[in-house]
């Protein structure tokens, strides 16, 4: 099936990645538990990935948890944890039906054993799809993950194995979780907030942001093409100016 472009003559950005907020509005806008708006973000997770599918995204990030998320009240964290779970065990067969090929990033160490199991189990039995690759930053932080990138290669010039002079953004990169992962083209956060958040920090350097007001477990296909819409009406100079 042909992708259903967002609209006619424009393509799909390459690569959108999503900063999912409002759960926890959403549930209280309706005297309901956090975790009622944790599982309509579930939900709504999978219309997104949906959405990219149809509209041929090749690359879509989800920014799940980040490491500052761990410094939520500890019930919250078990239910999401729970939630995870539940998701690598029940939609990973939908996802490689559809072509999906998942991948994670973040900081694994922090995450149970039976996640992190769950996690390259998703990853080995998808690895060969290529419709979508989807980006599930797990315990992320954008800080951290430049901090450790450059740990690597401090560690590598340390033991000789490379010329500090020849430390530059490309061998930065490619010390990142996202290293084989091309740079977002399209962030997108939801709930009216105007932050980043500590997510993609060095691979957004360029992307064009679109913030909307709508809360992550409403967030449907007509919202991402909207989005879609608004990457396609801005210039993308990359720090150059108009030619013309």
């Given at each position: 099936?042909?992708?259903?472009?967002?609209?006619?003559?424009?393509?799909?950005?390459?690569?959108v990645?999503?900063?999912?907020?409002?759960?926890?509005?959403?549930?209280?806008?309706?005297?309901?538990?956090?975790?009622?708006?944790?599982?309509?973000?579930?939900?709504?997770?999978?219309?997104?990935?949906?959405?990219?599918?149809?509209?041929?995204?090749?690359?879509?990030?989800?920014?799940?948890?980040?490491?500052?998320?761990?410094?939520?009240?500890?019930?919250e964290?078990?239910?999401?944890?729970?939630?995870?779970?539940?998701y690598?065990?029940?939609?990973?067969?939908?996802?490689?039906?559809?072509?999906v090929?998942?991948?994670?990033?973040?900081?694994?160490?922090?995450?149970?054993?039976?996640?992190?199991?769950?996690?390259?189990?998703?990853?080995?039995?998808?690895?060969?799809n290529?419709?979508?690759t989807?980006?599930?930053?797990?315990s992320?932080?954008?800080?951290?993950?430049?901090?450790?990138?450059?740990?690597?290669?401090?560690r590598?010039?340390?033991?000789?194995?490379?010329?500090?002079?020849?430390?530059?953004?490309?061998?930065?990169?490619?010390?990142?979780?996202?290293?084989?992962?091309?740079?977002?083209?399209?962030?997108?956060?939801?709930?009216?907030?105007?932050?980043?958040?500590?997510?993609?920090?060095?691979?957004?350097?360029?992307?064009?942001?679109?913030?909307?007001?709508?809360?992550?477990?409403?967030?449907?296909?007509?919202?991402?093409?909207?989005?879609?819409?608004?990457?396609?009406?801005?210039?993308?100079?990359?720090?150059?100016?108009?030619?013309?």
């Amino acid at each position: 099936m042909e992708p259903v472009l967002a609209y006619p003559d424009e393509v799909a950005p390459t690569h959108v990645a999503v900063i999912m907020d409002g759960n926890g509005r959403w549930a209280q806008a309706r005297e309901m538990d956090r975790a009622a708006g944790h599982r309509q973000g579930a939900e709504a997770a999978m219309r997104a990935v949906r959405s990219a599918v149809e509209l041929g995204v090749s690359y879509l990030t989800l920014y799940g948890f980040s490491s500052e998320n761990w410094n939520r009240p500890a019930h919250e964290i078990d239910e999401l944890m729970e939630l995870l779970r539940r998701y690598l065990r029940e939609q990973v067969e939908e996802l490689d039906r559809q072509g999906v090929r998942i991948l994670f990033i973040g900081d694994r160490t922090r995450l149970a054993g039976d996640i992190v199991a769950l996690a390259e189990t998703a990853e080995q039995r998808t690895r060969g799809n290529t419709r979508l690759t989807l980006v599930l930053a797990l315990s992320y932080s954008g800080r951290q993950e430049i901090a450790r990138a450059a740990r690597r290669l401090a560690r590598k010039a340390a033991a000789g194995d490379m010329d500090p002079d020849a430390i530059d953004e490309t061998a930065l990169a490619g010390e990142l979780f996202t290293a084989n992962i091309p740079d977002p083209d399209l962030v997108i956060r939801t709930s009216g907030e105007q932050r980043i958040s500590n997510f993609l920090l060095w691979q957004s350097a360029y992307a064009e942001l679109v913030f909307v007001d709508t809360l992550w477990p409403d967030f449907s296909r007509d919202d991402f093409v909207s989005a879609v819409r608004e990457f396609h009406r801005r210039e993308r100079r990359f720090g150059t100016t108009r030619v013309g």
